[in-house]
């Protein structure tokens, strides 16, 4: 009996182990179909949101994120990243599109931008808003709206407030629109699928309820057979107990039918995973399940495969994880915080412990293939890991990797696709000590050398770094690929204008790699850097360049457009032609009288025919100085004196002489500077002020105001004074 009893518990044990590996218990595990609560079909939200609509909601909040454990390795040290790329490509070889500001700060952070372009229309979605924009022209048609508008008026919890996490996605089969996102207030799962391809109009809304498990970090992909889901479930908001997949009715939910979900809920050993979304025209293989990945380890990739059948839930499978062995990482930040900033001690949440969004899927009908990207330390700084993966439904095999990490920046929260070239482009944030975050990309050809990304290009350079106690940058930006011409790239992130906390802005840019669809001779214009800021007085130059192919063989004769008041524009040479088409430079003088700002400089190239523009930024600033007191709090008896030791810092190239006063003295006392004019030179100079009082003065605080004036530029401080009687 002992020994049966014996036998019994090593069973029971082995099965624990087995259940703790990594793709047996939920390859074993079995379906669940969960029902949506309600479903309708909508008004045309063009008759629901009033167009240009400035929300403004009251109070800051910022959106929790709780975390799932760690990967399997993360504890331990990387020496060497073999991945990292040490070649220096030239400039990408991309033409420029669009560039606009998307849905600005509404009061919650972090934003979690995600946006993605259809037909005619680009949809950008944030924590609690949306808005719809014209793609050729970048205007918008509909919103800023509060995302719970898509269910205005519907019985249910998806119609009570906005949890975040939202996307939004083309499906490009079926030219609909799929917006979603949670309410975390009720555990609901919220869809909406538009009943045509204008996302102004009307969609069929659904609701599906996970009782008291919070469906946190819900991605969606799009496939034939269904629309692809997966979220980290956190039972009561608290507990991980692991990644939740389903797959919902795409087929009813495109008819406005009761679609039903079919979901797999996996052990706590599975976390963050990411459904493959279809690109291009050629669809996956009749019958191909769809592909789920993750971080298994840190030298691996999990692949899982999701086979549907609505008729015959049962039937419906969930398997994995196959291994796809990688060269070792060290998670980004260890997973978590330590992106640095400019100006600011307040570092970003890297979020580098899941991959991000999107798992790109293409069928190039001679192979297909899956695109992905996470963020990895990369020496003493963090960069861009990317991966394409080859035969994802027989053996899925590793085809190329590469980490972008070219200097000591900071690069992160990145998302990676595919055109029908083969080319990938790859869109990150990338901040440092030195610089604000900003919207950067990358991207190769499928002809460069495996594993190597092109120098970077900008989209918009930040001016002011996140504060204010706020490390959550996002959680994930969104790349997606033009259904139209299926070359152009549309990407969305975040970055800030000016230094704070709850003003986040953010950035829509697309661009296509120049040879993409494209066999008529023609030209590019690309220019480097991106953005540049200079004092008034001084001089900034930009490299503006000149890219034939097909070949192409016509002079473009530039001209530039955008010169801000006070300075000069000059471009020399004023034209390139062949064979070599030498750079021009742009230089842009400015004077003492050129106001501060930025700028937007447009060089114009034409050959008479063909006409191409690209666009740089300027920012002109004021010399400037800041004052602070060293000392902001004194306590003295009537009858002596108190010191407040000054700092003057100089700003922006400041020099000159800074004359100081003080206001808010009491009665029966008297302010000295010393020295009063404060000379700053190049570096920060140094005064006292000294308060004396006589015995009879008012016991009581004061606040004392110390004011600099150089010319015009004026700047405050404050100090406090407390006097007891003598």
Partial sequence: MKKNLLCISVLVGLLALLAAVPGWAQSKSKPTVIRPTNHDVSRPLRDMVTPYLNLEIPGQHEIENPRPPLIRGSEIPLAEDKALQKAVLPLVNTVPGLNFDGVGANGYAPPDTNGSVGATQYVQITNVEFAVYDKTSGNILLGPALIDTVWSGFSGDCANGNGGDPEAVWDKAAQRWVMTQINPSYNAWCMAVSTSSDAT???????FNYGSNLPDYPKLGVWPDAYYWSSNTFQN????????????????????????????????SVASLLPSDFDGTIAPPAGEPAFFI??????????????????????????????IPVDTFALAC???TCI?????TQQLDSLGDRVMFRLAYRN??????????????????VGARWYEIRSPASTPTLFQQGTFAPDSEFRWMGSAAMDQAGDIALGYSASSGTIYPAVRYTGRLASDPAGQMESEASIIEGTG??????????DYSSISVDPIDDCTFWYTSEYESVSGSFNWNTRVGSFKFASCGSTAPDFYLSANPGSQTVVQGSSAAYTVSVTAFNGYSNTVAFTVSGCPTGATCTLNPTSSGPPSYPSTTLTVATTTSTPGGNYLLTVTGTDGTNTHTTSVSLAVVAPDFSIAANTKVETIKAGTAAKFPLTITPLNSFHGKVALAVTGLPANSTGTFVPNPVTVTTGNATSTLTVATKKKVAPGTYVLTITGTSGTVKHSTTVKLTITAH
């Fill in 294 to 323: 993750e971080l298994l380890d840190t030298s691996d990739l999990g692949l899982f495969q999701f086979h549907v059948d609505f008729t015959t839930p049962s039937n419906s499978t969930f398997t994995g994880p196959v291994s």
């Fill in 201 to 207: 109009g009307s969609y069929n809304r659904y609701e």
């Fill in 334 to 336: 260890n997973g978590g």
């Fill in 237 to 268: 908001g608290a507990s991980f107990i692991g990644a939740q997949v389903c797959a919902f009715d795409r087929t009813s939910m495109l008819s406005g039918g009761a679609a039903n979900a079919i979901c797999f809920q996996n052990n706590s």
């Fill in 340 to 344: 640095p900033q400019q100006g600011t």
């Fill in 465 to 474: 770094s996140q504060n204010g106690g706020l490390s959550r940058w996002g």
């Fill in 364 to 381: 190039f009908s001679d192979h297909e293939a899956l695109v992905v990207t996470h963020s990895v330390t990369a020496g003493s700084s």
